[in-house]
């Protein structure tokens, strides 16, 4: 698989523009949802994504909710990779149990990020 669309979920403006603009530049296209409820509405319709990248704190939907949507509800195995504050063991076990790609702790290098999206194609 070659990744080439991303969804990213962040509720943050600043990181969101950083982090979109970076990506971009090499190269991906990317849409920003500010929400889960957002990004449930993006991913059920007919545009396709490579890969997810979310918070996992969010309004409406956690990312770890987004997560278990797109493999339960929509049947998929598209790449996730969750950034998130919590580092719990608790949210990791039920991240990767959900069949989530990688998990990155905030703040983060974005080589980092980088590696993760490399790593998912």
């Not at 409820?37 to 490579?50: G, H």
């Not at 069949?99 to 790593?119: C, V």
């Amino acid at each position: 698989m070659n990744i080439k669309r991303i969804l990213f979920v962040e509720d943050d403006d600043t990181l969101a523009f950083i982090i979109s603009k970076k990506i971009e530049y090499l190269g991906y296209k990317i849409t920003i949802c500010k929400n889960g409820k957002d990004a449930i509405q993006n991913l059920s319709s007919p545009l396709q994504f490579d890969l997810v990248i979310s918070d996992n704190i969010l309004p409406y939907y956690s990312g770890i909710e987004i997560l278990k949507y797109i493999r339960q509800d929509l049947n998929s195995n598209i790449p996730f990779i969750l950034i998130s504050f919590d580092s719990s063991i608790y949210l990791k076990e039920t991240f990767y149990k959900s069949k989530g790609t990688s998990f990155i702790n905030k703040p983060f290098d974005f080589e980092l990020l980088l590696k993760a999206i490399q790593d998912s194609n």
